[in-house]
Every structure is written in structure tokens, then in C-alpha cells.
T-cell receptor, first 111, second 119 residues
Framework: KNEVEQSPQNLTAQEGEFITINCSYS?????LHWLQQHPGGGIVSLFM???GKKKHGRLIATINIQEKHSSLHITASHPRDSAVYIC?????????????FGTGTRLTIIP | ETGVTQTPRHLVMGMTNKKSLKCEQH?????MYWYKQSAKKPLELMFV???????ENNSVPSRFSPECPNSSHLFLHLHTLQPEDSALYLC??????????????????FGPGTRLTVL
């Protein structure tokens, strides 16, 4: 079982819909990243969170440390939001830190 | 444009070839990273350099050899690769290493990747 689980694996929605992508992890973490990967491979770092909530344009990321869960929300979704969204967590273990990635959620927004 | 460039964008090589991937960042960052992304697998962090010193090596086979001659350039030298090494190789940089306590300075900026095929 992965230390980082994302859901759903695939999501198709109509333009304008409110989108939620979830990330759950099983161990204590020091930070969580949300990344966006477009077709062709390029990755953009969207957010880095250690608590609470962050907002950038139509994107909102929240994290609940107690529940070991983070969500990425997209408001007023647009076809250009179509991409793979990847959650990554920083796990500290006896002074060593490891970055572990989820398998990603493929989002398709239909015009 | 993220300020991180990678060359070549595509590479096809035989198992006996030697090639190098190049990454350059124009952001004045101190840390650089190599990642491997295989089909249908999570992203894997391979190497981390901070101020030109390797600070992390995540059990990567010796047929992958990184080099960081200065804080703006990072290379990944490849030799005697296997077909299972075919993947997208991504470079990233951040102001400080991602393990730094100053979390606001370690957001990573990624390059477009090199799509590697090993025949």
C-alpha cells in the first residue's frame, strides 16, 4: 500500500464545475505539495502546505494534519485545467526526510 | 516558462551508449533535483544537490551518475542503461533544499523533462 493515496484516479467534468481532488497519507509529515503535470511532462508546483489552507486564483488547497488528509479544489473549472494533479508528502523518519509521491489524479475538463 | 530548461527533450539510446542529460536553471536557486517518472508509477526522487553538494541519493543504480559543476547546472550521465530505465526524467530547482526548515523558500520549479527511450 502506498504511503500516499489519491482519489479519484481519473475525473472528467464539465467546464464550470467545482472540482475536488483528495490526498490521504498514512504517516506523520512535515509538508505536503500539490503539483500539476500537463501532457508532455512539464510539472508546475501549485502549493506547499504544512497546515491550514492556501489559495491561488481559482485553486484552493487545504490540509488537515490530524486526519492526514489534503484536498485540492478548483473553482469554475476550465479545459486548460486538464492535467494530472500529483500530491507529494515530506516524511520525516529519525532525522531522515523522504519525499513520497502519489500516483496522480488525471483531470479532464470538457468544454 | 519556469526558468528551468532541460536538454535534450527526447533521447533514444542503446544499452551500450553513454549520454548525458543537462539541466540549467536561471532562477538563482541553490538546490537542484533529478526525478524519474515511469509510466503508471509515482514520481521518484533520484538525487538532490544543495550548494553543489549531493545531499540525497535515493538508492539509484550506479549507471546513473549526477554531476553539479555549479549551482546553475546539473547533469545526469547515463551509461549501460536498461530498457526499464526508459522514462521521463525531470529536473527541478528550489531556492533552498526541500529539507530546509525555511519552507517558504523550497518550492520546486520543474523543467519540461527529457523523454528517454532505451532500446
Amino acid at each position: 500500500k502506498n504511503e500516499v493515496e489519491q482519489s479519484p484516479q481519473n475525473l472528467t467534468a464539465q467546464e464550470g464545475e467545482f472540482i475536488t481532488i483528495n490526498c490521504s497519507y498514512s504517516v506523520g509529515i512535515s509538508a505536503l505539495h500539490w503539483l500539476q503535470q500537463h501532457p508532455g511532462g512539464g510539472i508546475v508546483s501549485l502549493f506547499m502546505l504544512s497546515s491550514g489552507k492556501k489559495k491561488h486564483g481559482r485553486l484552493i488547497a487545504t490540509i488537515n494534519i490530524q486526519e492526514k488528509h489534503s484536498s485540492l479544489h478548483i473553482t469554475a473549472s476550465h479545459p486548460r485545467d486538464s492535467a494530472v494533479y500529483i500530491c507529494a508528502v515530506r516524511i520525516s523518519n529519525f532525522g531522515n526526510e523522504k519525499l513520497t509521491f502519489g500516483t496522480g489524479t488525471r483531470l479532464t475538463i470538457i468544454p | 516558462e519556469t526558468g528551468v530548461t532541460q536538454t535534450p527533450r527526447h533521447l533514444v539510446m542503446g544499452m551500450t551508449n553513454k549520454k548525458s542529460l543537462k539541466c540549467e536553471q536561471h532562477l538563482g536557486h541553490n538546490a537542484m533535483y533529478w526525478y524519474k517518472q515511469s509510466a503508471k508509477k509515482p514520481l521518484e526522487l533520484m538525487f538532490v544537490y544543495s550548494l553543489e553538494e549531493r545531499v540525497e541519493n535515493n538508492s539509484v543504480p550506479s549507471r546513473f551518475s549526477p554531476e553539479c559543476p555549479n549551482s546553475s547546472h546539473l547533469f545526469l550521465h547515463l551509461h549501460t542503461l536498461q530498457p526499464e530505465d526508459s522514462a521521463l526524467y525531470l529536473c527541478a530547482s528550489s531556492q533552498d533544499s526541500w529539507t530546509s526548515a525555511q519552507s517558504s523558500y523550497n518550492e520546486q520549479f520543474f523543467g519540461p523533462g527529457t523523454r528517454l527511450t532505451v532500446l
